[in-house]
């Protein structure tokens, strides 16, 4: 088996030097990038599996990096920062990261988000095309159409959504939901789970504020409907 690919995009020296050490002995290939720039140029010339992009770079930011790898790629992206505040973590995910892992970190946790994004990014098992009113899901081509349109969604959105879709009616709690599309190694992050769930229900909701498809249960997590529900006046659901 080839083994991953992984771009390091930061702009210390010392920091590349560490993980280029701790990646390269567990037997993955290694690229480097110290600026924002370079990482967008390595990466179209070397296309790799994994990105392990920093957020406080100066010229332009890991977010605005993130943004525009994920414009037209689903390579799995892991943000490294300093910063712990909750906001930090959904601007990084709003960007398009998979996961979000905080300076200092332990190698044995960096290696096991690694291969939790690298396992998780191999294809699921493809579901039954969906289609309900304007919302169509070929889970094998990855392809979303609403109203007969083409919805793009990374690639952490969709497996939310095959995992949501194949326990359609059936509440899915918040660390079951994690450990199904994160891994074994979450259940607390809740903050993952909204703001995904936001994002893909302003891309397949008629009225992303009363849900159809994708429903709130309150303290346990979320449910996707298959018939289309009226909503009630003047509900939403956050």
């Known amino acids: 088996m080839t083994p991953a690919k992984i771009l390091i995009v930061d702009d210390e020296p010392q920091i590349r030097r560490v993980l280029l ?3 390269t002995s567990q037997g993955y290939t290694v690229a480097e990038a110290k600026s924002g720039d370079e990482a967008l140029e390595t990466f179209r ?5 994994l990105i392990l992009l920093d957020v406080n770079m100066p010229g332009r930011s890991g977010l605005e990096t993130c943004r525009e790898i994920r414009s037209t790629s689903d390579v799995p992206i892991i943000m490294l920062t300093v910063r712990n505040t909750e906001r930090d973590k959904v601007q990084a995910l709003d960007a398009g990261a998979d996961d979000y892992v905080v300076k200092p970190f332990g190698s044995e946790e960096l290696m096991a988000r690694i291969r939790a994004a690298l396992r998780r990014a191999a294809p699921a098992e493809a579901l039954p095309p969906f289609v309900s009113g304007d919302l169509k899901i070929d889970f094998e081509k990855r392809a979303v159409l609403v109203k007969g349109a083409p919805v793009r969604l990374t690639p952490k959105e969709f497996e939310l959504l095959h995992h949501l879709v194949a326990n359609q009616g059936k509440a899915q709690g918040h660390r079951r939901l994690l450990q199904a599309v994160w891994g074994p ?6 903050e ?3 703001v995904f769930i936001n994002q893909l229900r302003k891309k397949i909701e008629p009225d992303p504020r009363h849900p159809r498809f994708i429903h709130t249960e309150p303290w346990v997590g979320y449910r ?3 018939t289309a529900e009226k909503p009630k006046a003047g509900r939403s659901e956050k």
């Not at 010339?45 to 599996?49: E, L, T």
């Not at 190694?185 to 809740?190: A, K, L, P, R, S």
């Open 192 to 194: 993952y789970l909204r």
């Open 224 to 226: 996707f409907e298959p």
């Open 21 to 23: 050490t701790t990646l």
């Open 45 to 49: 010339h070397d296309r790799p599996d």
């Open 185 to 190: 190694d979450y259940g607390e992050e809740t």
